[in-house]
């Protein structure tokens, strides 16, 4: 694979008069003759290499340990008890606000629940719970403008949820019936939505990294004050596609919230079999991008970094890297058994101890926003929602069987049309044989 | 062997050339001259003009031109915000055009070769071509991936292969692969128009070639149907299907052939995806034989999509000897000259195959 492109290389450096003179380079390197003259009399020499911002020389030779700097911190606003620990750092976000950040939590752990159990009972093929990340979901999405567009991997869930995905079309989607916008195409959990720019989750994994730089390129071209928010995990990170969504996405100056939900696991392996750095936030640095770590279970922290990080990449146009420290209490999925890699007790941690719901629970009630028996009847009522709108979706027809053959082209093909005009005829003349009550009827 | 029988004439700039063709066309129709490479080149120019949302992104395609020169000119022309010089890194950068297409822009990827394309293949099947459908119709993916594709010159196993049937196998996509330079702008502005994502296999040893177009030609509104075959020559004893540089040897044989009383109908593919059988089944009809002649390896091919089309259709009783498929040898191309022209067919691989289906000694 090299080799033409190494022929490329070197027909370039043959030809350097025809590049000196281009000024996209000489805008971004601003050399100036006077000042690297004034250089030559100066003592301490600086280096002039193009491809480093190097602050000077060093004359014993020293390599850059990496336990050199101490890790990055964690931010946070909220203690595990829910007290906001330094004043100027509370969102001071009125109290519906709050409590529908609450609600949007609780529904989607409980409609995690609910789906969960039906896959075990083998209603629904395949699920992917959210349990314990509920604050990176819901305390980004708050941050947000619903119109900025959201490029998910797999495990946001509550981020749709927050900006009006209904529990039905959840279901609907779980299901694959007739009124899943998705036209029960992809497995559960696939979900997508273009009416509230949320791109459709796509099974391989990190291709939305370099997909969210080119949508922000999109965006920056359109001149509109959006940026994208683009989630991965901390195993995403590790492929190829990462690199190249960062690097251009710098190189690019393009509005973009890289947004890592660093839940201690990509299914089986441990983040420290998935990296040697300090963690995902120590990369920005080498891309040139702003980055910040954050407590991902402190619903707060996440908002307000999530907030600001909007401002960086609208105002400067650049993007922003946001990792959020969280733990996967559930399996990967449902194909998934983590017992067979991790301990109940460290899990149980995790879920009782540093849960962001109880945090936020605990900073509501502090608040007499919240108490005992409104906490009884949401749970109650929540369920009951959930459960209408998962007996309702498990009760509708299945898609029409013209959908087999609708989508793969912008305008059916005439091979297409005709298979389907022979698949119509076939199922009329057949009928006894096909169950064509669970279905939509064909369309003309 | 076909450039003996085209005159070649190497046009540097696209521009004057396009005004010459109009200034001599004011009295009578004379035809200019135009190669593959300005045909690519004033179809990307044309459309980058006509729509905002097109641009051109890959490596090297700005400040260099591009490595084969197809963008010559267009970033001075265009500036930044429309060809963009990216990171050595396909998948990455299939990826950014992917993304840009489903947030409404329409990017025109190019790989520096296709071969390089098996680096992002993933974002070119995966995500470009199953988004519409697994969107349920939602999230369309306006996208071109195009470069050189197929054998070029010396360049050996991992830089000489042909990628027709490896995207023309896959739901979503659409493939055309050009021959001519009227192919060349034709489908390379048809599939920068097309809402679908296009793969645009050019071939590099056919980017210096001439041809003549007529004023038609160069119209900015000219546009070639995706999914139709062209017959380049008509014939009635037997047909010859291909696609890109090989339909230029086609042609040849059926002009040496013509000498020996033997009249061989000649079709130009154009589109290897949607596949125009119908053409195809017609000429059968009158022909009664049928050779295809592809640079891509046999297993699979495009060769063995049409053959198996014809023994699918009512056009099969139409053949009086079997069909045969001519393609690229078996093997991962070698690096000898001697032995890389003997892995491809050659013009006298194609009389011999003629003749036999024909009967002829």
Known sequence: ?????????????????????????QSTRTFSVTSWHRQLYEEEEKPQFPGAKSAGYMKKLEFIKPNQYDGIPTYRVLSRKGEILEADQDPNLDEDYVVRMYKAMTTMNTMDKILYESQRQGRISFYMTNFGEEGTHVGSAAALDGGDLVFGQYREAGVLMWRGFKLDQFMNQCYGNTLDVGKGRQM?????????????????????????????????????????????????????????????????????????????????????????????????????????????????????????????????????????????????????????????????????????????????????????????????????????????????????????????????PKRLQQQHEEMKRHVEQYKEYYPSEIYEPFRS | MMAAIRTVQLSRNVFSKAVFGRNFSLSVPVSAQMTVRDALNSALDEEIDRDERVFLLGEEVAMYDGAYKISRGLWRKWGDKRIIDTPITEMGFAGIAVGAAMAGLRPVCEFMTFNFSMQAIDQVINSAAKTLYMSAGQVQVPIVFRGPNGAAAGVAAQHSQCFAAWYSHCPGLKVVSPYSAEDARGLLKSAIRDPNPVVVLENELMYGHSFEVSDGILSPDFLIPIGKAKVEREGSNITLVSHSKHVGICLDVAKELNEDGISCEVINLRSIRPLDFDTIKESVKKTHHLISVEGGWPQSGVGAEILACLSESDAFDYLDSPAVRLTGADVPMPYAATLEQTSLPQSHNIVGAVKRVLGIQ
């Open chain 1, 1 to 25: 694979m090299a080799s033409i492109r190494h022929f490329c290389r070197f027909a370039r450096s043959l030809k350097p008069s025809y590049y000196s003179s281009k000024p996209i380079i």
């Open chain 1, 188 to 412: 559960p959990v696939h979900y997508g939505s273009q009416e509230l720019n949320f791109y459709t989750i796509s099974s391989p994994l990190a291709t939305q990294m370099p997909q969210a730089s080119g949508a922000a390129y999109a965006l920056k071209r359109a001149g509109k004050d959006l940026c994208v928010v683009c989630y991965f995990g901390d195993g995403a990170a590790s492929e190829g596609d990462a690199h190249a969504a960062l690097n251009f996405a710098a190189t690019l100056d393009v509005p973009v919230i890289f947004f890592c939900r660093n839940n201690g696991y990509a299914i089986s392996t441990p983040t420290h079999e998935q990296y040697r750095g300090d963690g995902i936030a120590s990369r920005g640095h080498g891309y040139g991008i702003y980055s910040v770590r954050v407590d991902g279970n402190d619903v707060f922290a996440v908002y307000n970094a999530t907030k600001a990080a909007r401002n960086i990449a609208i105002k400067e146009s650049r993007p922003v890297l946001i990792e959020a420290m969280t733990y996967r209490i559930g399996h990967h999925s449902t194909s998934d058994d983590s017992s067979a890699y991790r301990s109940v007790d460290e899990v149980h941690y995790w879920d009782k101890q540093d849960h962001p719901i109880s945090r936020l629970r605990n900073y509501m009630m502090s608040q007499d926003w919240w108490d005992a028996d409104k906490e009884k009847a949401w749970m109650v009522e929540t369920r009951e929602n959930v459960m209408q709108a998962f007996q309702k979706a498990e009760k509708s027809l299945k898609p029409s069987p013209t959908e087999l053959f609708a989508d793969v082209y912008d305008e059916m």
